[in-house]
């Protein structure tokens, strides 16, 4: 089998008082697609930031790449280059459409992306809009940019806080469609937090369900969704779950 | 109401005569202050970064001297350079030839440098602050160091880092009590349009007076007018 891109041991993670996450393992293998379920204040944004090393474990390890991170470690920039995060709400610079899609690019050195940036404008469907200013797009538009982004760096890994929250049905597929090849032609690995069910069970391979911080269940989608081992899980899946 | 248009004619005049006297104070008065303001943005910018942007111990004492260098009175810093300067002050013993002198517009530029840079630390750490935190995550996400990620913010905050220019030039293009005590206001060395009103003032040449009054508000005016041109560019950009 192979080896996970990420492993996450005894990890924690605690704001003041208040811990919002407290794992005792979690495996994400390379090329799989992941959906992470659970209700608001689950700790599913945290495990996101933590997994883009936004963040320190407060305890416990994160293993990416073979290398481990604990809370006083910092990892090499190479490293935290391969992963990048599509937030819920589309966070874009002040400047043009084609400019917000170069800046990671930007930020790598690398100056002859020209190509690379009109394919992922072409992939998103917004290459008419590539000199428009950013900041007059539409929410759904907006998101696309952040998507083409995140995309046009090629990451090993791509994360999704929720991106198709509050989006009208064809953004969100147009969003799913450009992830879902994403994952086929680079094997990219996607972790996505969602709060629409419908949607994990499209794109995931693998359901991880989180309550109050806490790893209820991970398991295929399929099992998931059908025999859960944990009851809250079933309730959950049942819409039963009052939170 | 006569003086002032005798005043306006008296400005007219001066400027389309091209006045040599008039040029040489103008000028001056633009050097001291364009080399202050620059002086005071290579301090400022970076120090309201780190303001806005770093968590240390001593960010608030940092913040509240800031704040407390934003509302100083021009008049008690020039008396501090004065007496820094002053023969028998710390500085003025030292015999570093980089050193400003009093009475020299080095010593002008280091007054009005102490004035403005707070002013300039105080609007920019406000400007930055003032960025989304969800944008500066973002940022980071996407793989930034921190110096491009404070780069990246600074240009995002570019409308306020523009105010923070216009409000450090405005502190110092009218300021006379500092550059009086430290310039001395000599004739075609430390002479500029503010203490040149002061003294026609002082000898009732009211016309001159209010002619230099006019030529400074214009000055400001034209200087600012440049600025917020550049602040609508980066509107527009």
């Known amino acids: 089998m192979t080896a996970p891109l990420y492993h996450l041991g005894n990890l924690t993670r605690v704001y003041g008082v208040r811990c919002v996450l407290e794992v005792d393992a979690l495996d994400i293998y390379p090329g799989e697609v992941v959906a992470i379920v659970g209700p608001s204040g689950a700790g599913k944004s945290t495990l996101l930031r933590l997994l883009n090393f936004l963040e320190p474990p407060t305890s416990g390890t994160l293993r990416f790449c073979e290398q481990e991170f604990g809370p006083q470690d910092t990892p090499p920039l190479d490293l935290r280059r391969r992963v990048t995060t599509v937030f819920q709400r589309p966070q874009l610079l002040n400047r043009s459409v084609y400019a917000n899609v170069r800046y990671g690019l930007q930020l790598r050195g690398e100056r002859n992306g020209r190509a690379q940036i009109e394919t992922m404008l072409r992939e998103v469907g917004l290459e008419a809009l590539a000199e428009q200013p950013a900041r007059t797009l539409s929410g759904g538009e907006a998101q696309r940019v952040a998507l083409a982004r995140a995309m046009a760096l090629q990451p090993d890994v791509l994360l999704l806080d929720e991106p198709t929250a509050n989006l009208d049905p064809c953004n969100v597929g147009l969003i799913e469609a450009s992830v879902q090849r994403l994952n086929h032609t680079h094997h990219t690995t996607l972790v996505l937090v969602t709060h629409n069910l419908f949607q994990a069970r499209r794109l995931a391979q693998r359901v991880v369900l989180l309550l109050e911080g806490r790893v209820i269940e991970a398991a295929d989608t399929e099992t998931f969704f059908t025999a859960p081992r944990d009851p809250r899980a079933a309730a959950f899946v049942r819409g039963e779950m009052i939170y | ?237």
């Open chain 2, 1 to 237: 109401m006569n003086l002032i248009i005798r005043g306006l004619m008296e400005a007219l005049r001066l400027i389309f005569s091209f006045d040599p006297a008039l040029a040489e104070i103008v000028s001056l008065s633009l050097y001291v202050t364009g080399v202050a303001l620059l002086f005071s943005a290579l301090i400022g910018i970076p120090l309201g970064v780190l303001l806005g942007l770093t968590r240390f111990p001593g960010r608030r004492l940092l913040m509240a001297l800031v704040y407390t260098g934003m509302g100083f009175p021009p008049v008690v810093i020039g008396l501090f350079v004065y007496l820094l300067l002053s023969r028998s002050g710390p500085l003025g013993q030292l015999d570093w030839s980089w050193l400003p002198r009093l009475f020299t517009p080095s010593a002008m530029i280091l007054a009005q440098t102490i004035i403005a840079f707070p002013v300039v630390a105080g609007f920019t750490m406000v400007a930055v602050m003032s960025i989304d935190p969800a944008l500066r995550q973002q940022i980071s996400a996407l793989g930034a160091t921190p110096w491009q990620a404070a780069a990246t913010i600074l240009s995002e905050a570019r409308m306020g880092l523009i105010v923070s220019l216009i409000a450090g030039f405005g502190s110092i293009i009218s300021e006379v009590g500092a550059v009086m005590l430290v310039g001395g206001n000599i004739e075609h060395r430390t002479r500029v349009l503010t203490t040149a009103i002061v003294l026609e003032t002082r000898k009732g040449a009211f016309d001159l007076a209010i002619a230099l009054g006019i030529i400074l508000l214009g000055l400001a005016f034209l200087a600012n007018l440049a600025m917020l041109r550049l602040q609508g560019k980066t509107v527009d950009a």
